[in-house]
């Protein structure tokens, strides 16, 4: 069984900064992709941010460049999201998600497998 729990969500001012972060159980984390996702209310889940088995390469939501930096300890299983410069429109529940078909970076939510509870994000004006 894989489980994930992500922590590190709260309620920031426009311009700040969180770190969320997200534990992996079970044995398959060193050989998952893990991408983050967010919902806003209303809207449909949108794709963030990727990363690869190894943290070697890695990929981000145009509108997110430059902001936010995604990180993993495979000692730790623990996938990280540095938010940065955080505006009202990153307010959203965020979701970490692992792909273990073995293959490589991906911003496709139907492509992961295991998901999180979310971890709730809000940035006031």
């Known amino acids: 069984q894989v489980q994930l729990v992500e922590s590190g969500g709260g309620l920031v001012q426009a311009g700040g900064s969180l770190r969320l972060s997200c534990v992996v159980s079970g044995r398959t984390f060193s050989s998952a992709t893990m991408g983050w996702f967010r919902q806003a209310p209303g809207k449909e889940r949108e794709f963030v941010s990727t990363i690869t088995r190894s943290g070697g390469s890695t990929y981000y939501a145009d509108s997110v460049k430059g902001r936010f930096t995604i990180s993993r300890d495979n000692a730790k299983n623990t996938v990280y999201l540095q938010m940065n410069s955080l505006k009202p429109e990153d307010t959203a529940v965020y979701y970490c998600?692992?792909?273990?078909?073995?293959?490589?970076?991906?911003?496709?939510?139907?492509?992961?497998?295991?998901w999180g509870q979310g971890t709730q994000v809000t940035v006031s004006s």
């Open positions: 998600a692992a792909r273990i078909d073995g293959l490589g970076l991906s911003m496709y939510s139907y492509q992961y497998s295991y």
